[in-house]
């Protein structure tokens, strides 16, 4: 097999770190490529779930004898401690591998070091490759690592004039089998999905990631959340069906906000004490109202239908804008045609001051 470059093999590694996406939570993606001394590849891996192998330790099981005087291109810092699996830096110390290249450092506190450790074994470290695309296949992850809360989501959908149901309150569906579908994939990438009291009063939604064809539920669900302030959600509400599990974040328990609602930067704090990295926001209005106008939402996901319909409730309430210089600008970083609608995906753009 022919070599091949540090630079190639990290790209391969950032593809391999992303089969993980959506099962490794609380841990991160993490892909490695390990090349022998003469540069072929040997052994690739991925960290594919929570308690599960390292991505470094399935790359040199698979180059067994191979990996010595190799490199090993890993897309996170090596961790340093013993989890539910043994440090990863002490095992390519002890496969005698020569270097190590690391795309991103690791930011949690409880594995960090790993760098230190294969360099005080007389291994070469290299930081830095390819960093911005590691850093984007993982970005839920080390922005949740790196401030304390979890990465957060906001979907909607809505007609071109952005209303989100008709004026008779109709709204179902307001876009095409193909969003939905691919809004069950993006709750799949997702640790939690959030809703407030009012949709599950309005549309009684299950919150579950499943196939819309055949109704079966993906193997791995993300937690479900009602952010309801005085517990007002129904017994036999479907969100409480036992299909997953399901979180009722009252006030009491969480803490109020100034307006006696549940307070929801400690929301956050909370679900990411319950080791939740990323959140989909799945509205409603009022509630992705509440997060935009405090900051605390990270990518929007805008499912938008070929529709108009002039008159009816909109997909955003109340977000803290008076006057149009307190706009919530926005980058938009993708628009994709998904069936008959488009998927457009933006960056709230970040406030001076
Ligand atoms: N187009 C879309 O993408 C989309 C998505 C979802 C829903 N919807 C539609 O939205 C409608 C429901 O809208 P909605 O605005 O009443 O529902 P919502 O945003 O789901 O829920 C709002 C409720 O959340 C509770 N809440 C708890 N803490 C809060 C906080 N800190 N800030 C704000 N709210 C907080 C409040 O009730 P408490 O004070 O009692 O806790 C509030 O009334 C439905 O008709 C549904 O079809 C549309």
């Given at each position: 097999?022919?070599?091949?470059?540090?630079?190639?093999?990290?790209?391969?590694?950032?593809?391999?770190?992303?089969?993980?996406?959506?099962?490794?939570?609380?841990?991160?993606?993490?892909?490695?490529?390990?090349?022998?001394?003469?540069?072929?590849?040997?052994?690739?891996?991925?960290?594919?779930?929570a308690g599960g192998p390292h991505a470094e330790i399935v790359?040199?099981?698979?180059?067994?004898?191979?990996?010595?005087?190799?490199?090993?291109?890993?897309?996170?810092?090596?961790?340093?401690?013993?989890?539910?699996?043994?440090?990863?830096?002490?095992?390519?110390?002890?496969?005698?591998?020569?270097r190590v290249v690391i795309a991103v450092p690791d930011p949690?506190?409880?594995?960090?070091?790993?760098?230190?450790?294969?360099?005080?074994?007389?291994?070469?470290?290299?930081?830095?490759?390819?960093?911005?695309?590691?850093?984007?296949?993982?970005?839920?992850?080390?922005?949740?690592?790196?401030?304390?809360?979890?990465?957060?989501?906001?979907?909607?959908?809505?007609?071109?004039?952005?209303?989100?149901?008709?004026?008779?309150?109709?709204?179902?569906?307001?876009?095409?089998?193909?969003?939905?579908?691919?809004?069950?994939?993006?709750?799949?990438?997702?640790?939690?999905?959030?809703?407030?009291?009012?949709?599950?009063?309005?549309?009684?939604?299950?919150?579950?990631?499943?196939?819309?064809?055949?109704?079966?539920?993906?193997?791995?669900?993300?937690?479900?959340?009602?952010?309801?302030?005085?517990?007002?959600?129904?017994?036999?509400?479907?969100?409480?069906?036992?299909?997953?599990?399901?979180?009722?974040?009252?006030?009491?328990?969480?803490?109020?906000?100034?307006?006696?609602?549940?307070?929801?930067?400690?929301?956050?704090?909370?679900?990411?004490?319950?080791?939740?990295?990323?959140?989909?926001?799945?509205?409603?209005?009022?509630?992705?109202?509440?997060?935009?106008?405090?900051?605390?939402?990270?990518?929007?996901?805008?499912?938008?239908?070929?529709?108009?319909?002039?008159?009816?409730?909109?997909?955003?309430?109340?977000?803290?804008?008076?006057?149009?210089?307190?706009?919530?600008?926005?980058?938009?970083?993708?628009?994709?045609?998904?069936?008959?609608?488009?998927?457009?995906?933006?960056?709230?753009?970040?406030?001076?001051?």
């Amino acid at each position: 097999m022919a070599s091949v470059s540090v630079d190639e093999a990290m790209r391969r590694a950032i593809e391999l770190a992303a089969r993980g996406l959506g099962t490794t939570s609380p841990n991160p993606v993490v892909g490695c490529v390990l090349l022998d001394e003469g540069g072929e590849v040997v052994g690739e891996g991925f960290h594919a779930y929570a308690g599960g192998p390292h991505a470094e330790i399935v790359a040199l099981a698979q180059a067994g004898q191979r990996a010595k005087g190799g490199t090993a291109v890993v897309t996170l810092e090596p961790c340093n401690h013993t989890g539910r699996t043994g440090p990863c830096s002490t095992a390519l110390v002890q496969a005698g591998v020569a270097r190590v290249v690391i795309a991103v450092p690791d930011p949690n506190p409880v594995a960090t070091g790993g760098a230190a450790t294969l360099r005080a074994a007389g291994v070469r470290v290299d930081l830095g490759v390819r960093v911005d695309e590691a850093e984007a296949g993982n970005v839920a992850w080390l922005t949740s690592m790196r401030r304390g809360w979890p990465y957060v989501i906001w979907k909607y959908a809505a007609t071109v004039d952005g209303r989100s149901a008709a004026a008779d309150g109709t709204s179902m569906w307001i876009t095409s089998e193909a969003a939905r579908i691919d809004v069950h994939a993006l709750r799949g990438t997702v640790d939690a999905v959030l809703a407030g009291v009012g949709t599950v009063l309005a549309d009684d939604p299950r919150l579950t990631a499943r196939n819309l064809r055949d109704g079966s539920l993906a193997i791995r669900q993300p937690l479900r959340v009602v952010v309801d302030s005085s517990g007002r959600t129904p017994a036999d509400a479907q969100v409480r069906d036992g299909a997953a599990r399901t979180w009722i974040a009252t006030a009491a328990e969480v803490g109020a906000g100034p307006d006696g609602r549940v307070d929801l930067s400690a929301l956050l704090a909370a679900l990411h004490q319950r080791g939740v990295r990323a959140v989909l926001l799945e509205g409603g209005p009022r509630l992705a109202g509440a997060f935009l106008a405090a900051g605390l939402v990270d990518k929007i996901v805008g499912y938008v239908a070929p529709r108009l319909l002039g008159a009816g409730p909109t997909a955003l309430v109340d977000a803290g804008v008076t006057t149009i210089a307190e706009a919530i600008d926005l980058e938009f970083v993708d628009v994709t045609q998904i069936g008959p609608d488009l998927r457009i995906t933006a960056l709230p753009r970040k406030r001076e001051g």
